[in-house]
């Protein structure tokens, strides 16, 4: 069972708003950065947000993240069809010794 | 270019040992950690642990602690993930990734793909 919770899917259509959600406790998310993973199918992980909000470079503006209390939000404006893939959130938790844990992940897809 | 290259697919039978491999390539290992994480077939990634190739300080999941040991060698840039006995259940996809902070994982490698059969 991972630490932090998402919704198993989210769907768009071309153009339209797509927000996933991660949930956490104070020890995770309610205390640390938030991170945000996008994995397309067949490939490894690329980090896509960083400290809660910030894009790495290279990363569309149309992505975004935000985080209130325990729970995270990432935001796609505008959605494509490349954006089809698994998205992950994660953040450090300073419970047991002080790991990683990532959210059970969300698939997004185009309508 | 910036790459961390991972070793080959494994097959392995369950109560073998096993070690993989993850090399830096464009760069020296110090100051960043690097971190093992596991994908099962269809499932989501988990983080196994972290280790920082300075001074080989390492983390590891409850999870995973007392299961597998990670390992770096700063003098050839490479970080190691190993099992002393294998199981069924090993059976996944394995990265890992470079960070400065322990906890933005910017560079992944390819992944290794562990096969655990009788």
């Known amino acids: 069972q991972s630490a932090l919770t998402q919704p198993p899917s989210a769907s768009g259509t071309s153009g339209q708003t797509v927000t996933v959600s991660c949930s956490g406790t104070?020890?995770?998310?309610?205390?640390?950065?938030v991170y945000w993973y996008q994995q397309l199918p067949g490939t490894a992980p690329k980090l896509l947000i960083y400290?809660?909000?910030r894009r790495p470079s290279g990363v569309p503006d149309r992505f975004s993240g935000s985080k209130s209390g325990t729970s995270a939000s990432l935001v796609i404006s505008g959605f494509r069809s490349e954006d089809e893939a698994d998205y992950y959130c994660?953040?450090?938790?300073?419970?047991?010794?002080?790991?990683?844990?990532f959210g059970s992940g969300t698939t997004v897809t185009v309508l | 270019e910036v790459l961390l290259v991972q070793s080959g697919p494994e097959m392995k039978k369950p109560g073998e040992s096993l070690r993989i491999s993850c090399k830096g390539v464009g760069y020296n290992f110090p100051p960043y950690w690097i971190g093992w994480m596991r994908q099962k077939p269809g499932k989501g990634l988990e983080w196994m642990g972290i280790v920082y190739p300075a001074d080989s300080d390492t983390r590891y999941s409850p999870s995973f602690q007392g299961q597998v040991t990670i390992s770096a060698d700063k003098s050839i840039n490479t970080a190691y993930l190993q099992w002393n006995s294998l199981k069924a259940s090993d059976s996944a996809m394995y990265f890992c990734?470079?960070?400065?902070?322990?906890?933005?994982?910017?560079?992944w490698g390819q992944g290794t793909l562990v096969t655990v059969s009788s």
């Open positions: 400290r809660n909000n």
């Open positions: 104070s020890s995770n998310v309610g205390s640390n950065y």
């Open positions: 990734a470079r960070s400065l902070t322990r906890d933005d994982f910017e560079i």
């Open positions: 994660a953040a450090w938790d300073t419970s047991v010794g002080g790991h990683y844990v």
